[in-house]
């Protein structure tokens, strides 16, 4: 963790200045060291992504707007790799209840084009992202079950080739056992 803590007061002196802030960033920075957890680790939502195919170093986090989604919340995207060679990735958002995982659904059902999903969890999505117009569309179909959110989606650089898409069946198919 990095913590830059400065303090400010325009009514002191500079020898003032130096020793209130001495005794407040103190203060403060034991306060929320004393908050921070013993050992460092991964986000909530990079916890419940699957390691079973998952590539070396395959995890990227986003702290807000997951995928790029106002509302969605943050969560974490895992890259994975089939032994057939197929490529797709999974998401994970760990909202904390299921009212927050339901608003994680409704920002991604607000997308143009979004479809329901049914027999996958309690609800889902089936919604296609394009970052930007020069890169792939993406299908992704997301599920909530409780306050579980999982996601997956196609391999932005595989998708265009002949076996980088995984059909909707697979992938529902998938998502229904990854989802507790």
């Not at 106002?70 to 209840?97: D, F, H, I, T, W």
């Not at 084009?113 to 992704?140: F, M, S």
């Not at 996601?151 to 198919?173: N, Q, S, Y």
């Amino acid at each position: 963790y990095f913590l830059e803590l400065t303090y400010s007061n325009d009514q002191e002196t500079p020898e003032q200045l130096k020793k209130s802030a001495d005794a407040i960033l103190s203060a403060m920075a034991k306060d929320i060291a004393d908050k921070l957890p013993a050992e460092p680790g991964m986000p909530a939502a990079a916890k419940a992504l699957p390691d079973a195919e998952r590539i070396p170093n395959g995890v990227m986090f986003y702290p807000k707007d997951l995928l790029g989604v106002a509302n969605a919340g943050p969560g974490a995207v895992g890259y994975y790799k089939e032994a057939s060679g197929k490529r797709y990735r999974l998401l994970a958002s760990a909202p904390g209840s299921a009212d927050r995982a339901k608003d994680v659904i409704r920002a991604l059902r607000a997308k143009p084009g979004a479809l329901p999903v049914a027999g996958v969890g309690d609800e889902a999505v089936d919604v296609v992202l394009q970052p930007t117009p020069e890169r792939a569309k993406i299908e992704w179909i997301v599920a909530r079950k409780g306050d579980e959110v999982l996601g997956i989606g196609d391999e932005e650089f595989t998708a265009d080739t002949p076996a980088g898409r995984l059909p909707k069946p697979e992938k529902t198919d998938k998502l229904r056992s990854l989802l507790h």
